[in-house]
Each structure stands twice: as C-alpha cells, then as structure tokens.
C-alpha cells in the first residue's frame, strides 16, 4: 500500500484496513515458526490497541461493544503468546474474519443509504 493512501483514508477506511492487517496476522501467525507467531501475535496486539483508541467515549452501545471485544482480543493474544495455544489463535482470526466481514458490510450499507440533506446533523436524527 502507498504510504500517501494512509493519509487520505476515511476512518472508515482506515479501521477497515487495520481489520485486514488483523486477519493477516492472525491466519500467518496459524502456520509459523514460534519467533514469527509471536511477531504476528504481537502486532496483532498493536493493531488492536490502535482500534481500541479509535472507538468514541460516546459512541453508544456499538463502541461499547467493540470496545469489549478488543480489550478481550488483546487479552486472549497475549495468553496465546505465552501459551503457544493454536486454538486459541485461531479463535481470534474466525473473531477477525467475522469483524473484518461486518465491517465491510456496514460500509457497503451506509454508501447505499440516501443521506440527508439539509438542517444540522442533530435535526437529520430526528
């Protein structure tokens, strides 16, 4: 990926992204040596993190859930890390793809969804 298309990513995009790179990491981190697993699995964590401090404070049930599954994600890397557990590895890469999935389709849905037009965004809600 050109480095410039980070930067003119939308957060959508851009947490779209980091789902990939998740599911990348986790598939990898599935068939390889102990010293490369523990590098997917640490740069799983990382991702994680980085989606973790994207969510809103207020961003309602959603965010809160997300939140839920990040911080236990994370969690369950790291045992995997310690353990050398591969099922718990591929627990968090299913996590992943169905994440990664959703994600997608969400997106898809709110390009094909009319926007509103006029007032301010709090009257469009209403």
Same mark, same amino acid.
């Given at each position: 990926? %050109?480095?410039n298309?980070?930067?003119? !990513?939308?957060?959508?995009?851009?947490?779209?992204? !980091?789902?990939?790179?998740?599911?990348?990491?986790?598939?990898?981190?599935?068939?390889?040596?102990?010293?490369?697993? %523990?590098r #997917?699995?640490r740069?799983?964590?990382?991702?994680?993190? /980085?989606?973790?401090?994207?969510? #809103?404070?207020?961003?309602?049930?959603?965010?809160?859930?997300?939140?839920?599954?990040?911080?236990?994600?994370? /969690?369950?890397?790291?045992?995997? @890390?310690?353990? $050398?557990?591969?099922? /718990?590895?591929?627990? @968090? #890469?299913?996590?992943?793809?169905?994440?990664?999935k959703?994600?997608?389709?969400? !997106? $898809?849905?709110? /390009? @094909?969804?009319?926007?509103?037009?006029?007032g %301010?965004?709090?009257?469009?809600?209403?």
């Amino acid at each position: 990926m %050109n480095p410039n298309r980070l930067y003119e !990513m939308s957060a959508e995009e851009l947490t779209q992204a !980091m789902l990939h790179a998740l599911t990348y990491h986790y598939e990898l981190a599935l068939d390889a040596t102990i010293a490369e697993r %523990n590098r #997917h699995l640490r740069q799983a964590r990382e991702l994680l993190a /980085k989606l973790h401090q994207g969510l #809103h404070d207020n961003g309602g049930i959603i965010s809160a859930q997300l939140d839920e599954i990040y911080l236990y994600m994370a /969690k369950s890397s790291l045992e995997a @890390l310690i353990e $050398q557990d591969l099922s /718990k590895i591929e627990e @968090l #890469h299913a996590l992943a793809v169905d994440l990664d999935k959703t994600w997608g389709e969400a !997106m $898809q849905r709110a /390009k @094909l969804t009319p926007q509103p037009i006029g007032g %301010n965004r709090y009257e469009n809600y209403q």
